[in-house]
């Protein structure tokens, strides 16, 4: 049996947050070099594909969404809550009870999916976000598994090599000369922002 080319990271997620309103979806895959981003609208599909050896950098934050869709649930199974418990007529206690009971499981999904993020992926000419990953838990999950497959292709660096090539960066080449106009950077710690000198 022939091995797949693709295997898929992501499950298909909508490019908005109004669902509901948007036919656009996204959803990521890993092939033997490189991550294919497939954009469905519709009728249409697109493909994006991100070779391993021109990622430059991945960005991940993370977003109030989580806290605000909490909190907003919240509200909504105390006030049906509140309801069905002074509400005074048993079908109006029971409607407002299962409403209730619903946006309970909801907020206990929301709970349990973790913090909501946005993770966005940098390459020489671009930078994609993949609205596919929109939980601080998938994102490194992910993460744990495209490490490898980068440092494979490109190469790693020992952390001891980092601070010198920073500093080899950041100094004045020598062959310059002082009065040519151009500043000078001095890096004194590696993890500070370098500063200029004249």
């Not at 033997?32 to 991940?60: A, P, S, W």
């Not at 992926?121 to 497959?149: D, G, N």
């Amino acid at each position: 049996m022939a091995e797949k080319e693709y295997r898929r990271l992501t499950r298909s997620r909508s490019r908005t947050s109004f669902a509901f309103v948007s036919t656009s979806r996204a959803s990521l895959w890993v092939g033997k070099d490189h991550l294919l981003c497939i954009d469905t609208n519709g009728y249409t599909e697109t493909y994006k594909r991100f070779y391993f050896r021109d990622i430059q950098g991945v960005i991940l934050r993370k977003t109030v969404e989580w806290h605000v869709i909490t909190v907003i649930l919240s509200l909504i199974v105390g006030a049906f809550g509140l309801i069905a418990l002074v509400g005074g007529n048993a079908g109006l206690a029971w409607f407002f009870g299962i409403l209730g009971g619903l946006f309970a499981l909801i907020l206990l999904l929301n709970l349990i999916g973790g913090p909501t993020c946005s993770f966005h992926m940098r390459t020489a000419v671009q930078v994609e976000h993949f609205p596919s990953i929109s939980r601080v838990k998938v994102a490194r999950r992910l993460l744990t598994k495209l490490r490898p497959l980068i440092a494979n292709t490109q190469g790693q660096l020992a952390p001891e090599e980092i601070p010198a090539l920073m500093q080899g960066l950041f100094t004045a080449s020598p062959s310059s000369p002082a009065g040519s106009g151009t500043p000078s950077y001095v890096v004194d710690d590696p993890n500070a922002p370098p500063r200029m000198v004249p």
